[in-house]
């Protein structure tokens, strides 16, 4: 069992390079297992030991709002619910930012605690640490992913995942799994 893991997504775009659809980097998230993959630290609000843990997710600018953040939130939903048998998975997302704050609201997660207004003392932004009990599937169908074209994009390269740098076709968008 690793500690942390890294999801690649791949974007490909509709433009017709000389070799195809050019695909290039699009976004990252971490996923973490333990306590050793987590990079949270007191005074924030920390989540449980050992808890699953999501963090440092970003896309990259000219890619936002194509759904690319979302798909890299339920892989990593759906890579938890297949690796450890702790189903609440946490995340921190700082007070200011908007739009992360909005696609965890949407996907389910709730406020647990908030850091204290002391915490800008620190030179540091105020934090939530949020929280989801992900349902317990039998099979990747029944999860929230099934759907649209787009997320069976997704729910393929979950299906498909390896401990190697292996990506997995789809239309748009591919992702990929790297052992951290
Ligand atoms: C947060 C981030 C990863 C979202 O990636 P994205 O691919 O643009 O997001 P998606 O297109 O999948 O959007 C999913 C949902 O997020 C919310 N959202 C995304 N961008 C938003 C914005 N600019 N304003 C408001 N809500 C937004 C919406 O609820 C959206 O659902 P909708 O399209 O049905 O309204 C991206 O904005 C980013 O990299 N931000 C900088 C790094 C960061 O803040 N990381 C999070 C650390 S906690």
Known sequence: MPHAVTLIGFYRGKEEGESGKEVELAGTVEVCFDKRGANASPPSPTPPKNSPYICNM???????????????LKASEELISQMSSLKEVYLHCRMIDAAPFNMYRKAGYNIIKTDSILILLMLQRRKHLMCKKLPVVDSPSKSDMSGSDEELCSLGFSRSWTWSNQVVNCDDLQSGLVPG
């Open 58 to 72: 970003t896309v990259k600018k000219p890619l936002r709002r194509k759904g690319i953040g979302w798909h890299l």
